[in-house]
């Protein structure tokens, strides 16, 4: 065909080609979505929820029950923790606040008597933040933001390169030492999908940590969200956290 | 010629390399969904106690204890509550004096509120429970 045969083709011509193309394509996808195994209907539907949690500082008796029940239900090896609590001490006058976690708070704290400061327990997590800085520095796609909400870990994907780790900002990832794969909080997704809460959630006996689902109508969290003041951890991060903490002290980091 | 080749070496290469599925929800794998959720349960949760622990459930509900889970102090119980024969996988009874200690040792960081004591003060290292009842301890 020379070359003034293809440009024989005219605009009606095009078009009349283009549209039939576009009659093959929809129907073709039409096919596709008939003959292709309809997803089985499953109870648990991820674009119906988006997962978070509340955390009431002044609820926190620091007992370090989490700790142990996010050890339990997620095999975390000893000396790491996806879940920790911290202990601070904030004096007047004082740049640094004291914040001590002896082993993560796994057995609770050694009590304090000084009155004269202030002191708090903050429990700590993974934030689940919708703007991840860990999802966005894996080179492979091992860690993302499930259509939920959850930040989670493709142990079968991860090359244990620790990219993650150092861009968390809130330090809640570590390289698992059996696995050498990146290991962090799921929040108790295999628990969270079938109805239950978190193991933190379900252990922690003064209710200072509660699973939230922000896409619920009938969930507590969004009155919880009208009556108090809440605060995300280091906000400055921009790292769309959602882990909200009522009456956070400024001294927390 | 050798540019077609190595390009269908690549793409073989490469559609056997990326797990099915791949990008159907952002630039990660699907099925890593699925493994996640398919991990066994530890912690069995309060409503699978109380199918079973009924009257416990009821004597709590009207003490202090009411909003605090059977496993927070009877630690996880999935495979008590799983098994054929619970009776056959008894849970251990809880290590009292630390747990007891562990929420209501007194410390100053913990909220003004909340029931404290210096236990060595206190009892002196007696048993807890042989004063309270921690399914409904009264103060």
Redesign the interface.
Known sequence: MSVEGTMDISRRNLFAAGGKLLILASVGATLEQITGAAPPEEAYRMADHWWGMLIDIDKCIGCGNCVRACANENHVPAGFFRTWVERYQVEEGRRQPHVDSPNGAIDGFPPTTRTDLKSFFVPKLCNQCADSPCVQVCPVGATFVSPDGVVLVDESYCLGCRYCIQACPYGCRYLHPAKHTVDKCTLCYHRITQGLTTACCESCPTGARQLVDFKNPRDPVHEFLRQNKVQVLKPYMATEAKVYYKDLDGSVR | MVLLAALGVFLVIRTALI?KG?GK?????P???D?????????A??ETCILCHEDEGKVRASGK?A???C??CH??QAAHANADDPAGRMPVLPDVP?LC???H???????AG?PQV?TVEHSGGMYCNRCHKPHNPQL
């Open positions: 797990p791949f929800y952002g630039h990660y794998s099925g890593a969904l493994v996640v959720r398919q991990r066994p349960l530890v912690y949760g309060q204890h909003h605090v889970a496993e927070a630690g996880p630390n200690r562990r929420c040792e007194k410390d100053a960081a913990k909220p909340f210096v």
